[in-house]
């Protein structure tokens, strides 16, 4: 794979980034798209391992070393091929996966591990450019018809893959863009709208069906859709967010970071911020932290993006606080190589400027009388050990100014609005952290009703939505048909034609 001695003489490289002082004042993407010559170099540090264990980190199975192979003999027409076969939107992937894969790689043991990230994105990059990514229509349609809700990750992929199938999809969705959290939630920064709009008009090309500001459950009762389609897949995604109960949470200025980060993705867009990305009104019309003291509650991805964003708005400080402790910048012991380690991890945003601060407790947000949020007290968090147990004690209370929290401490579960009523009313169970329940076919209890993505595995990511949707796709065509075409994980080389 690749060249036998690739890894002994070039370095890892990952995708160059545009200069911070230039895109603080912009959302265009920081990532530039990297040189055919970078990617084959790159390639070339994929080693023969013999068993490779890359392709099992990537929820995809992506087939990686066939692909660097391929890139590195300057095959990318074949490149292209072998990554279509097992990843959708790998546009999506490339940009903005944390590359689980990369942690697997074999050549991580000892050295760094080879870009996987970056190889993804220049192979599909370049099949866009030279004009090979065309909409596929299937040459056969079946007389069944799928009706997906939610275009997300999850959504998009099954909608792609159910028609490959020949099954005619109508994919719903309450906002009034096609995308889901790629579209409202993921800043433009990172990735560009225009990607997601390039694959939404292919898969339009393709035969799919979208409608949007369509809530199911209210505008549409999923009853009309049980009567109406042989099947229905439910994508909504995990977009209940965790409330800080801290006393004061009631002040002027305490935002959940959605409401923030997609009033943005709608100013980039210039799309009026009449409506949130669930199709409500925006609790604040006009969310800036512009010369503001902001102050971000988790430390998660999420809360990255509000950190990124809050720069480009010009905040006049930006604090991130997160409860636990401050991870190991080393691979800890309790997730040793191939696992996806729990270590400190630092964004673009983050290089951006902040100050991030762990093991904090907040314990008050404070607000002056007109009951404008002031300041945040917080409290350092530590371990003591009394009467033989060990507990956590707060000490070093500190006031920090803060004129704009955002609270990105994670999602609790899907929206448990009229569709989650409606299919209750079915029999259809939660689990106890609020998800939809289904067998290991992504099958609910009702046979026709099917669930992916968020909804189904909790708060997650990109990559686990695509596989998700393309796993429950193919379940949904052997549910229809008996058997199917679509693939599942594990698709071989030999099934390409080189
Ligand atoms: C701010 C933020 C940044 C993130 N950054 C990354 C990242 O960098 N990398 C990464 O891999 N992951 C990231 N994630 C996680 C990732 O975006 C999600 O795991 C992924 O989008 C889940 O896909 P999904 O299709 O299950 O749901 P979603 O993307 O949430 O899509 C669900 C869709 O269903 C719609 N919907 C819900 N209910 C209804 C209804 N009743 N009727 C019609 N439509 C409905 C919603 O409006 C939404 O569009 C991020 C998440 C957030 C919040
Ligand atoms: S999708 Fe993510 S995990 Fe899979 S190969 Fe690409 S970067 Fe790696």
Not at 31 to 47: D, G, N, V, Y
Request: hydrophobic share 35%; proline share 5%; net charge negative.
């Amino acid at each position: 794979m690749g060249k036998p001695t690739g890894f002994l003489e070039v370095d890892r490289k990952v995708a160059t980034k545009r200069p911070i002082a230039e895109r603080v004042n912009d959302y265009l993407e920081i990532e530039i798209i990297p040189t055919p010559l970078e990617t084959k170099e790159q390639a070339s540090r994929c080693m023969d391992c013999g068993t490779p264990f890359c392709h099992n980190g990537c929820p995809l199975g992506n087939i990686i070393p066939e692909f660097n192979d391929a890139v590195y003999e300057e095959n990318w027409r074949y490149a292209y091929e072998i990554l279509v076969s097992t990843n959708n939107f790998p546009e999506f992937t490339g940009r903005i996966c944390p590359a689980p894969c990369e942690s697997s790689c074999v050549l991580g043991i000892n050295k760094p591990a080879v870009a996987i990230e970056l190889i993804e994105k220049s192979i599909i990059e370049k099949a866009f450019s030279e004009g090979w990514v065309q909409p596929q229509v299937p040459s056969k349609r079946t007389d069944k018809n799928v009706a997906i809700i939610g275009s997300g990750p999850a959504g998009l992929a099954a909608a792609s893959q159910l028609n490959k199938a020949g099954h005619s999809v109508t994919v719903y969705e309450r906002a009034d863009q096609i995308g889901g959290l790629l579209r409202y939630g993921i800043p433009d920064f990172k990735l560009d709208k225009n990607i997601v709009k390039r694959r939404v008009d292919l898969m339009e090309k393709e035969g799919i069906k979208f409608e949007t500001n369509v809530q199911i459950g209210s505008e549409i009762k999923l009853s009309k859709l049980q009567a109406d389609f042989d099947a229905i897949l439910i994508a909504t995604g995990s977009t209940t967010p965790r409330i800080i109960q801290s006393k004061g949470n009631d002040a002027i200025g305490i935002y959940p970071a959605m409401e923030f980060l997609s009033q943005q993705n709608k100013r980039v867009a210039n799309i009026s911020l009449l409506h949130n990305h669930k199709g409500e009104s925006y609790i604040d019309a006009n969310i800036l932290a512009t010369g503001k003291n902001v102050v971000v509650i988790g430390g998660g991805d999420t809360g990255s993006d509000c950190v990124g964003t809050s720069n480009r708005h010009k905040a006049k400080s930006i604090t991130q606080i997160e409860v636990m402790p401050k991870p190991s910048s080393e691979r800890p012991d309790n997730t040793p190589w191939p696992n996806w380690p729990n270590m400190l991890r630092t964004s673009t945003s983050h290089d951006e400027g902040v100050d991030r601060l762990w093991s904090i407790s907040l314990e008050e947000f404070i607000k002056d009388e007109n009951g404008q949020l002031t300041s945040l007290l917080i409290g350092d968090i530590v371990n003591e050990v009394q009467d033989g147990k060990m507990v956590n004690k707060v000490i070093n209370h500190r006031e920090i100014p803060c004129e704009l929290a955002l609270i990105a401490a994670g999602f609790l579960h899907t929206d448990h609005g009229s569709l989650v009523k409606e299919i209750n009313s079915l029999g259809i169970s939660l689990d106890e952290r609020g998800n939809i329940i289904t067998d290991s076919t992504y099958q609910t209890s009702q046979d026709k009703i099917f669930v992916a993505g968020d909804a189904r595995r909790g708060q997650s990511l990109v990559v686990w939505g695509i596989s998700e949707g393309r796993e429950a796709a193919r379940n949904i065509d052997l549910f229809l048909m008996g058997n199917t075409i679509l693939e599942g994980k594990t698709v071989s080389t030999f099934d390409l034609v080189k």
